[in-house]
């Protein structure tokens, strides 16, 4: 069993920087990934980034390339998001979620376990 707790989530002003972070606990195999997506309201949840456990490689949406950055230490279980350059349109509830199909990490329906979500909110 593997859960993931998100937190940092707030409201913030455009152009304004937020850190958010996913504790992960339980078994996660060195192969697994941990993304983050995000959804607002009346939308789908989209792909916002990904984590490789173990190489630490990441990749990112379009929309968030260049402005957003994952990061994880080897030996903390803590996934961070770091979110520069916020914009009103980044407003949504984040979650991270882990995966083990890393060839498909964009899709959400190939996580399996989620975080309960933390709202970040992005006035003009």
């Known amino acids: 069993q593997v859960q993931l707790v998100e937190s940092g989530g707030g409201l913030v002003q455009a152009g304004d920087s937020l850190r958010l972070s996913c504790v992960v606990s339980?078994?996660?195999?060195?192969?697994?990934?941990v993304g983050w997506f995000r959804q607002a309201p009346g939308k789908d949840r989209k792909f916002v980034g990904a984590?490789?456990?173990?190489?630490?490689?990441?990749g990112y949406s379009d929309s968030v390339k260049g402005r957003f950055t994952i990061s994880r230490e080897h030996g903390n279980n803590t996934v961070y998001l770091q979110m520069d350059n916020l914009k009103p349109e980044d407003t949504a509830v984040y979650f991270c979620?882990?995966?083990?199909?890393?060839?498909?990490?964009?899709?959400?329906?190939?996580?399996?376990?989620w975080g309960r979500g933390t709202q970040v909110s992005v006035s003009s």
């Open positions: 979620a882990k995966t083990s199909v890393l060839s498909q990490a964009t899709l959400a329906k190939m996580y399996n376990y």
């Open positions: 339980g078994r996660v195999c060195s192969g697994d990934a």
């Open positions: 984590i490789r456990w173990s190489s630490l490689n990441t």
